[in-house]
């Protein structure tokens, strides 16, 4: 399986070393936008290529990567896109089969809310932080290996239409999610194995991490 890790400039709470394991083990290629760079050097990671206008890196780090012959992509500051959906843009045409995102999702709720709506921009891509992986849910999706954890569906759309959850604690089965609704908060998965199906609109999953 072909992996990218895409370091962004949110803020990262508590240790590195969970994201240090989890690189170890799933092993892939780095790229940033900006200051994610930060991020990657306090992993001690080699990153393929860093985008951005550098407004928010530190000049020493950037020019240690310099000299390391990484490859740079200077930005203007005035752009119609943000640094991380330009390293996404690039990143997203190289065929990768799991884009993680790491460094999306702490910080300025301004950049959270507008990274989570990327996700239906790509495919494949997938939001990491110490707490929970964040995804889009596409029509017809089998969840393997997530028994007894929380799992939460955010309808992302005016409504979701026809919803069904199979193999979890609250199951529903053709049910209308509207844009307005908390009703799939905090749902469990009781099996190894659950589907979701719906007919329409666009779903977002979050799994949190510690059970």
Known sequence: ??????????????????????????????????????HVDKLGLMPIRISGD??????????????????????????????????LDYVSTLNYDKLYVIGGTGGRTDHLITNLNLIFKYKNIIFLNENEIIFKINNFYTLNGYKNYTVSFIPFSENVEELSLIGFKYPLEKYCLAQESSRCMGNIAISDQCKIEFKSGKLLCMIKLNK
Not at 4 to 27: H, M, Q, R
Not at 63 to 73: C, F, G, R, T
């Open 1 to 38: 399986m072909k992996i990218a890790y895409i370091f962004l400039n949110g803020e990262i709470n508590g240790s590195y070393e969970f994201y240090k394991k989890y690189i170890d083990e799933c092993v892939g290629d780095i790229f940033c936008a900006d200051g994610g760079l930060y």
């Open 54 to 87: 550098f407004d928010s890196v530190d000049k020493n780090i950037l020019e240690k990567y310099k000299k390391l012959n990484v490859k740079i992509d200077k930005f203007s500051e005035e752009k119609d896109k943000t640094d991380g959906e330009i390293i």
